[in-house]
């Protein structure tokens, strides 16, 4: 069976503060990938980025940046230089590439509540 | 606003009520999922549909949740009767197919308070 794993549950950090998410996931498939989700408190989650388990290349959007390690089962995301604008929660997810009938099935991690404070 | 719409936005109803949900996804997808997701914690999935059929109901409780998309479209989320524990985030979600790697796109959500 999946998981995810946010051991983070609240982030307080200042304005200007990079600021680093973990996530850490279990699956038996090769074939994988990897969400990243927004959720202000508006309560729409927002994508941010897909990963699939192939490509471990590491990559930059702006200030938000994300780090894929195969080896730790970890997919962080960092925002540099945080803003008041990036108070939410995040969630990073995962769905098997071989889901059976839940083919493109998110399986959730429970969410980093993020404050940024100004 | 998101592109995937849902309302009502939120809703109150007593315990034992009959309580809907409904979703228009985005224009030509034709995956559609509904979440539910408890406060503090991730979503989970209820339901999914390829089209008009159900692909995944394994997590819904059937005897009292019932899920229809009768034209491959819109869908409507029942609840008959509701308990209190079915306080919670109802989202709706779409993706262009069913295929793991396409990203799903959700709505602003249903907030449910059981009474």
């Known amino acids: 069976a999946q998981k995810v794993t946010q051991a983070q549950t609240e982030i307080s950090v200042v304005e200007k503060e990079d600021v680093t998410l973990d996530c850490v996931y279990e699956t038996r498939d090769t074939t994988y990938y990897l969400f990243w989700y927004k959720q202000p408190p508006s309560g729409e989650l927002v994508f941010l980025i897909r990963r699939n388990s192939f490509d471990e290349q590491n990559e930059i959007s702006g200030r938000y940046s994300w780090n894929f390690q195969k080896s730790t089962s970890s997919f962080n995301f960092t925002i540099t230089a945080s803003q008041v604008v990036d108070s939410a929660v995040y969630f990073c997810?995962?769905?098997?590439?071989?889901?059976?009938?839940?083919?493109?099935?998110?399986?959730f991690g429970q969410g980093t509540i993020l404050t940024v404070h100004p | 606003e998101a592109e995937v719409a849902q309302s009502p936005r939120y809703k109150i109803t007593e315990k034992s009520q009959a309580v809907a949900f409904w979703c228009d996804p985005i224009s030509g997808h034709a995956t559609l999922y509904w979440y539910r997701q408890i406060l503090g914690q991730g979503p989970e999935l209820l339901v999914q549909?390829?089209?008009?059929?159900?692909?995944?109901d394994s997590q819904l409780p059937k005897d009292r949740f019932s899920a229809e998309r009768l034209k491959g479209v819109d869908s409507t989320l029942k609840i008959q009767p509701a308990e209190l524990g079915d306080s919670a985030m109802y989202l709706c979600?779409?993706?262009?197919?069913?295929?793991?790697?396409?990203?799903?796109?959700f709505g602003d959500g249903t907030r449910l308070s059981i009474l």
């Open positions: 549909f390829q089209d008009e059929s159900v692909v995944d």
């Open positions: 997810a995962l769905s098997e590439a071989d889901g059976g009938t839940s083919y493109g099935k998110l399986t």
């Open positions: 979600a779409s993706s262009g197919g069913q295929h793991s790697n396409q990203p799903q796109h």
